[in-house]
């Protein structure tokens, strides 16, 4: 976006809040300099939240002879209680973004925002044509290498002291073991499946306490905490990162072991997928770091992904209650159960990693 006064949006910005609408502001006429322009609703994007989140591309029409000026990204959050998200990206835009930027990774810029008496909160944002989504195994390569890069550069920039960033963890939400116990009683596997799987699980959550301290201990970095194909997309030669509004402090191959699990069909830590991606990702990320950084990373990455795998009990359960007793919805169970049994293995075998190597002792239960 190139060619759009900063006075164009002031006016935009100033249309937007005098319009009092809790919807995104369209077809607003914007009288500025002596001319008067529009703000056009193009299209809107699917959004996880609609309720309280639209995400919208705007023209910005000169209306005495109807001519495109540019385009830009409207993105309004809808007031929550708890709704952080929206300042929390505002925050990275004004103080962060422009500190992050590395070859190969493009950041939008923020041109405007205001935030409304009600709670709701506008962001005006560079808008990015011809973006398209990761598919080919080069491009999830190249992602990782960027997300290595970019991890690197923020942790040897020490770009971690804003009070407003959260601290990230390991630990998972605690109502999974529920769904997770509602999830085995589900899949068809034995009792004495269901029993080995139930008590890995298990003994993983028992000793999130020392693995987060063996975590805390791991590289820190500023990660984008969101990072998948919707968020990360091939423009040019680069790649765009969007919707920072889970931006926080984490370490480093967190982002990596979220972009692998959204990534891969069978995101596994010792796959030759995984064991590439994590190489890339150390490629991007030791030019900035005074030691190898790859036993960290692949420890944090490995119990990172265990993590993102059992976040995503809810999403499953959902699928077992769709899934019909033909022989269709039976094969679906039946790779659930599979995936989910690798799953609980690996977590245990996640504690026994990432605390084996350091001064952690676990006891002779994960032996």
């Known amino acids: 976006m190139g060619n759009c006064s900063t006075s164009i949006f002031s006016g935009l910005i100033a249309a937007a809040k005098q319009s009092g609408s809790d919807v995104v502001p369209r077809d607003i006429p914007l009288p500025v300099d002596g001319k008067s322009y529009m703000l056009r609703s193009r299209q809107s994007f699917k959004v996880a939240y609609p309720e309280r989140r639209s995400v919208w591309v705007c023209d910005l029409i000169r209306l005495d002879d109807d001519t495109e000026i540019d385009t830009v990204i409207v993105k309004t959050f809808e007031p929550l209680p708890d709704a952080k998200a929206a300042p929390r990206e505002l925050r990275f835009y004004e103080s962060l973004r422009g500190l992050i930027e590395v070859d190969g990774l493009r950041i939008p810029k923020l041109f405007g925002a205001h ?100 975590y805390a201990g791991q590289l820190a970095t500023l990660c984008h905490g969101d990072i998948g194909p919707r968020n990360l997309q091939v423009h040019g030669e680069c790649l765009t990162a969007l919707d920072w509004e889970a931006v926080g402090v984490g370490r480093m191959g967190d982002d990596l072991a979220q972009f692998a699990a959204r990534m891969l069909r069978e995101a596994d830590p010792q796959s030759p997928e995984s064991v590439q991606l994590i190489a890339a990702y150390v490629a991007g990320a030791s030019p900035y770091v005074s ?70 002792a676990l006891g002779a239960a994960l032996t």
């Not at 169970?333 to 001064?359: C, F, M, N, P, Q």
Request: charged share 25%; aromatic share 6%.
């Open 291 to 360: 030691h190898d950084p790859t036993d960290s990373i692949r420890r944090v990455f490995h119990a990172r992904l265990i993590v993102e795998k059992l976040g995503q009990v809810n999403a499953h359960m959902r699928r077992i209650h769709k899934a019909q007793n033909g022989a269709a919805g039976r094969h679906r169970l039946r790779k659930l159960a599979g995936l989910y049994r690798r799953v609980a293995l690996r977590a245990r075998e996640a504690v026994r990693d990432l605390s084996g190597i350091a001064t952690i």
């Open 115 to 214: 935030g409304g008496a009600d709670g709701m909160a506008q962001l005006f944002l560079e808008y990015f044509d011809r973006l398209s989504p990761i598919s080919s195994a080069r491009d999830i390569n190249r992602g990782a290498f960027v997300l290595g890069r970019m991890a690197g550069h923020c942790h040897a920039a020490k770009l971690l002291a804003e009070a407003w960033l959260p601290q990230n963890s390991l630990i998972p939400q605690v109502q999974q073991m529920t769904a997770f116990d509602q999830l085995l009683e589900a899949l068809p596997l034995s009792a004495d499946e269901k029993s080995e799987v139930f008590e890995s699980y298990l003994q993983f959550l028992t000793r999130l306490a020392d693995l987060n301290a063996e």
